[in-house]
């Protein structure tokens, strides 16, 4: 494939591999809030 920043989660999904969804409760976070905005996430 030729993308520099492969989406694996993505291409499992592309290339056919069966999914199925699994639930789990996650602990809050133990060191307050994040710094990372949603716009950094984007970019």
Same mark, same amino acid.
């Given at each position: 494939?030729? =993308?520099?920043? &492969?989406?694996? %989660?993505?291409?499992?999904?592309?290339?056919?591999?069966?999914?199925?969804? #699994? =639930?789990?409760? &996650?602990?809050? %976070?133990?060191?307050?809030?994040?710094?990372?905005?949603?716009?950094?996430? #984007?970019?």
């Amino acid at each position: 494939m030729p =993308e520099q920043s &492969r989406y694996l %989660r993505g291409m499992r999904a592309w290339v056919g591999f069966k999914q199925i969804a #699994f =639930e789990y409760d &996650r602990d809050e %976070r133990q060191a307050g809030e994040t710094k990372y905005s949603w716009t950094k996430l #984007f970019n």
